[in-house]
């Protein structure tokens, strides 16, 4: 792939941009945080760049907790990946926020369809976005707490909206055991974990 | 009459015609059953399953329970056709507490049943856990030939005036079944 | 014909002006059990709408890191669940791509024949569906017909009607099986048929064509910004295309051209995935002469790589040597083990670009696979192309859009 928006977000943002990366062929530029919406419309209205095509906005949580402070600094990984239908290439550019009280600007203003990603990093990781028109839940329902893709969020701890009935909890599943289905819900989800 | 001679039925000779005495519920069981009006709550893979089980290959118009309504006040069976998240179940609540006397619940395929290998935050073990549940159809998703056996389980049921819940289990290839299956492909191979 | 109020003076007198708030799902048969949508509407105008996503969030993405790499495979045929073997397809070559390995031809050939299938299957429920929601009954049942067959090859294939489960990690789970080259090659003309004989019901139908032509309108512009792919944005009358703009497995060696739509309204949306169908059969053709063309014996005569790191060994190995054992229960037990770094493998599935993005730190488990679902894209902007237009016309426009609830909520 080409590493000309590479080359051009070097040019243009210097020591802002922290690293850049070619692993497997994609392109990829870590930035400050300060800077990420400025390298957002850089890249899109750049006539060289021109990425125009919105491809992808997430994040990834870095925090091990078995290892790591979960208010460590660069916690959360945002990206955010474009695509020139021009010039037919793409790019990652990413950023990295703290794990204490997490917020970035918005880049709603360049790519009206980070609308709903950035909704649900915010769902996922808690991730705030400053200036962001709408900000709900979209995947989750608003009574729900916590932020399930985060690192030290369990995987079962359901927090269900509807109590559930009496005498369903420590009774046999539907199945029988031999026909292959051991059911491990057999606690209440307050009791797990 | 068959199913009527299985229900405490007495047939009295006498006269020229004859008559039959049955339990009231029985025979109301008898004349439900196959006549079940049907809302899919469809939201998942298994709704694929849903649709193939209605076309016309597999035609679950056979079994009387062609006619969907997407209104709970006019069903009688409430299919729950895939997985249901938290997010999900007041609504399939709300739409199991709209629907009328007498109503049956099929829980169709695994999510359904128990929720699945999707053992998260996100979804709810099994529809039990929310309503009452008449008949599981295992598989994920279940082949029609499995839903249509969880439908005759349930018309059954119907037929028993039996609330208890019941699984559909697995029954094993008749013999000769083997030639019956290469047959049927070299039939639906031609052009 | 002259409206029968005309004559009277109440027909000046105007209707409360203000907006109506009507509730339109989740367990609404057209919403797919899965999507609400809160309508502010003037009249039968919607005037604004808020569609809620989320009803079918099952957590794949947490799932995902739980698990070694190859058991995210059950999940990914459950994202979009009328095209399962593109999702394997995805997901096998983003791993792959994080590992630096390729699959040899004869793999690469079968996978692209069986993904097109799979689309195949998947444009068919598309627009039969639609078809349906606009009250043809019968098309829906004809596609139908048609999808059991695709359906029936796959089982022939897989062992499963549905969620194949079938590529895997370096290759696929079995080398094609006798039968599959004559049944797919004798299905493809039939299905062609089928898609004929729907749309001779379909588009000389002036209700058809009233309730999809300029209707459910999005323009290019938006759909770049809003990140639409697949069969919608084509519509809008641009090529963009993953299989032509950047070739993965032998896409680069056949033939096949990429429908284009000019207006991007309802009614394009149908006739691109029509065309994607006739195309796709293209595809499977030559690509079942190319597999034919394959010498027997050689190094592209398999379907999977030669590597006990990555590849399970075959059973009889695993029964009779101690190595085969051992390979295989590393694998299973520890998983593939996955060098440290961070890919976005992309494909077009039957919705769009389907991307994942996979981050690994080592080892046999994942640390985050991200999904990027393009119905979830195709989704969002749905509501400017509903925005402005009549109840009714949501019904089309949804349809249209092929909303499948397991990608888009994951």
Known sequence: MSKLILERLKAQFGADVLEVSSFRGDDVALVKPARWVDVARFVHDDPRCACTYFVDLSAVDLCDPRTDDLDMDDRFEVYVIAYSVEHKHRVRIKTRVSGDEP??????????????????????????????????RILTYDEFKGHPLRKDYPANRAQPLVEYRDGTFNKLGPFLQDEGMPLNRSAAPDERN | MADLSKLETRTIGGGESGFVTTKFEALLGWARKYSLFQYPFATACCGMEFFSTASPRYDIARFGAEAPRFSPRQSDVLWVVGTISQRQAPVLRRVYEQMTEPKWVIAFGTCASCGGFYDNYATVPGIDKIIPVDVFIPGCPPRPEAVLDGLMLLQDKIGRCDRTPETVKNTLLAEGADEALEKLYQIRMKP | MEPVDL????????????????????????????????????????????????????????????????????????????????????????????????????????????????????????????????????????????????????????????????????????????????????????????????????????IFLDRTQGVGVLTKEHALSMGVSGPVLRSCGIDYDVRKDKPYLTYGECDFDVPVGEDGDTYDRFMVRAEEIRQSCRIIEQSLDLMKKIAPGSPDDAVSIVDPRIVLPPKDKVYTTIEGTIAHFKLIMEGIDVPPGEVYGYTEAGNGELGFLLVSRGGGNPWRVRVRGPCFFSLQAAHDMIRGGMLADIIPTFGSINMIGGECDR
């Open chain 3, 7 to 206: 004559d009277f003076e109440e027909a000046d007198l105007e209707l409360p002006s203000e907006p109506m708030t009507l509730l339109m799902g989740p367990s609404h048969p057209a919403m797919h059990g899965t999507i609400r949508m809160i309508l502010k509407l003037d009249g039968e105008t919607v005037q604004d709408v808020d569609i809620q996503p989320g009803y079918l969030h099952r957590a794949f993405e947490k799932m995902s890191e739980r698990g070694t790499w190859s058991q995210v495979f059950p999940y990914t045929d459950r994202l979009n669940y009328v095209s399962p073997l593109l999702n394997n397809v995805g997901y096998a070559l983003a791993v792959e791509k994080l590992l630096g390995v390729e699959v040899p031809r004869k793999g690469q050939l079968f996978r692209v024949i069986l993904g097109e299938m799979s689309r195949i299957s998947d444009h068919l429920t598309c627009n039969g569906a639609m078809a349906m929601e606009l009250g043809a009954f019968t098309p829906f049942l004809w596609y139908l017909k048609a999808r059991e067959w695709i359906w029936e090859a796959c089982e022939e294939q897989t062992g499963a009607r549905l969620t194949h489960s079938f590529f895997r990690i370096g290759g696929a789970a079995f080398p094609p099986t006798e039968k599959i080259q004559a049944q797919i090659r004798s299905i493809l003309p039939r299905t062609l048929e089928v898609v004929a004989e729907g749309e001779s019901l379909l588009l000389k139908n002036r």
């Open chain 1, 103 to 136: 917020r970035l600007a918005t880049v709603i203003p360049v790519w009206s369809g980070a609308n709903w990603m950035e909704r649900e990093v915010f769902d996922m990781y808690g991730v705030h976005f400053e200036g962001h028109p709408d900000p709900r």
